[in-house]
């Protein structure tokens, strides 16, 4: 998914730090690497790494950068491994001038326009699809010598989903694609305009949410002045992704107007009564499943108790790259407080079911416990399609609801019952229907071909 961060500063303050805060703030959109780019209207500096915000810059990196142009990027990977040349900004210096860009999303065709490049003669040093985004750009600002025109050239060309902050010279630009899969809003304030992928990361900085960026606009910052365009073909419809609702943003951040932690209370109750279920106690898995277990238990009145304790020093467990770290991140992560679940019906609450592995861990902890039984019940619906804008979902074979019915998920994740959100749920949950489902329903806003073949290929060598 990815964060992405930016500053424009027109009174040429160094705004660095405050990258750097917006950044630690966005720490939950990707944990897997870091960078920030800053420039003066002629050069770029940046400096990224591998781990978290605080990891990768001390006082020292901090100290090394200065401009009033600056954006920062953290990393979680779709496209491309875990590696330091993955990591972003991507920068790049050429006789035209210099850019940098952040992107958060993932490119269906990215495959495709590689290849293309590197049949005209751009070479990589990433694998990552921002790249392909920064190397067709070079390529239409070497034919148009116009950023704004370059980019409207560019996006014709991606397919796919893409937030991005672009450096140019003494220039900001910020896009938000066509169909407006990830979010982006803009702040301001004492002439300083902030970008951000969540609106969390304005509050940090203490800095007033202006708007969203829209679906299929372009906002380019010089000066004193902010224009806006509209992407050549932007959408009648946008599509934003529904998990940013469910699971990835912070509760705190608005998107599109839409506070998120009005939505996962909303879910709780919708849960509640579309399915109610006889139980002494409603827990949720922590953190994620916490404001769907409030809004649950307010709707019914079963007493609400977090007999999961959770190690605040430890990550995301879904956002790790890897089946065996997710594995080993559960039993650092999780205990179950013994004297509230022994002997009781327990209504366990999360957001969504996955692989299912995480889930089978967590409930079968609970009920060596001593639980009499375990509800599980979901923050969404079943998610039975992979995810290509942006999401590492596995294949559909992977999908533990793409080919079982509730009673064999039960089984296989050793709960006594499941039940998920309904898909009208969750769009009554959110109050707005212009949403990607297609994880939910297989019915993708663009067209996926080029990933579906690849997914059937990865199914055919295992």
Same mark, same amino acid.
């Given at each position: 998914m990815c964060g992405i961060f930016g500053i424009y500063s027109p009174t040429k303050n160094n705004i660095v730090k405050k990258v750097y805060y917006g950044l630690?703030?966005?720490?939950?959109?990707?944990? /897997? &690497?870091?960078?920030?780019?800053?420039?003066? &209207?002629?050069?770029?500096?940046?400096? *990224?790494?591998? &781990?978290?915000?605080? =990891?990768?810059?001390?006082? *020292?990196?901090?100290?090394?950068?200065?401009?009033?142009?600056?954006?920062?990027?953290?990393?979680?990977?779709?496209?491309?491994?875990?590696?330091?040349?993955?990591?972003?900004?991507?920068? +790049?210096?050429?006789?035209?001038?210099?850019?940098?860009?952040? %992107?958060?999303?993932?490119?269906?065709?990215?495959?495709?326009?590689? $290849? =293309?490049? $590197? *049949?005209? &003669? %751009?070479?990589?040093?990433?694998?990552?699809?921002? =790249?392909?985004?920064a190397q067709l750009l070079v390529r239409e600002l070497l034919k148009t010598d116009d950023i704004v025109q370059a980019m409207k050239n560019v996006s014709e060309k991606l397919n796919g989903a893409y937030s991005m902050l672009i450096v140019y010279n003494d220039m900001m630009i910020a896009v938000r694609d066509p169909k407006g899969f990830k979010p982006l809003c803009m702040g301001m304030k004492n002439g300083e305009i902030y970008f951000s992928s969540e609106s969390c990361a304005l509050d940090i900085v203490d800095v007033p949410l202006e708007r969203d960026i829209k679906a299929g606009e372009m906002i380019v910052v010089k000066g004193n002045k902010v224009k806006s365009y509209d992407l050549p073909n932007k959408a009648e419809k946008s599509s934003t992704c529904m998990f940013e609702y469910v699971y990835f943003a912070r509760p705190d951040s608005t998107i599109d107007g839409i506070s998120v932690h009005e939505v996962r209370r909303n879910i709780g109750k919708i849960l509640a009564k579309e399915n109610n279920t006889d139980a002494d106690v409603v827990s949720p898995v922590p953190d994620s499943g916490i404001l769907f277990s409030q809004g649950y238990t307010e709707e019914v009145g079963i007493p609400y108790k977090e007999v999961l304790i959770k190690n605040r020093y430890i990550g995301r467990t879904f956002i790790l790259p890897t089946q065996e770290e997710r594995d080993l991140a559960v039993r650092l992560k999780l205990n179950p407080v013994k004297d509230m679940i022994k002997d009781k019906k327990i209504i366990l609450i999360d957001d969504s079911i996955v692989r299912g592995t995480t889930s089978k861990k967590i409930v079968t902890m609970v009920k060596k416990t001593g639980a009499k039984e375990i509800h599980f019940k979901i923050g969404s619906p079943?998610? +039975?399609?992979?995810?290509?804008?942006?999401?590492?979902?596995?294949? *559909?074979? #992977?999908?533990?609801?793409?080919?079982?019915?509730? #009673? /064999?998920?039960?089984?296989?994740?050793?709960?006594?019952?499941i039940q998920y959100l309904s898909i009208k749920g969750l769009i009554e949950a959110i109050g707005r229907e212009d949403l990607c489902l297609a994880c939910l329903n297989g019915e993708y806003p663009t067209d996926v071909s080029c990933k579906l073949c690849n997914n059937n290929k990865k199914i055919k060598n295992k």
């Open positions: 630690y703030a966005l720490q939950h959109r990707g944990q /897997e &690497g870091a960078g920030i780019a800053v420039g003066n &209207g002629k050069n770029i500096g940046s400096y *990224k790494g591998v &781990g978290l915000v605080p =990891e990768v810059f001390t006082n *020292k990196e901090l100290q090394n950068l200065y401009g009033h142009i600056g954006i920062g990027h953290v990393r979680y990977s779709t496209t491309g491994g875990n590696n330091i040349d993955n990591c972003q900004p991507f920068v +790049v210096n050429s006789s035209f001038g210099n850019f940098a860009i952040s %992107h958060n999303g993932d490119i269906v065709n990215s495959a495709l326009l590689r $290849e =293309e490049l $590197e *049949k005209n &003669g %751009h070479i990589f040093i990433s694998t990552t699809d921002s =790249e392909v985004i079943k998610i +039975v399609s992979p995810c290509f804008y942006g999401i590492d979902m596995a294949t *559909k074979d #992977e999908l533990i609801a793409s080919s079982r019915t509730d #009673e /064999e998920i039960a089984e296989s994740i050793n709960a006594d019952s």
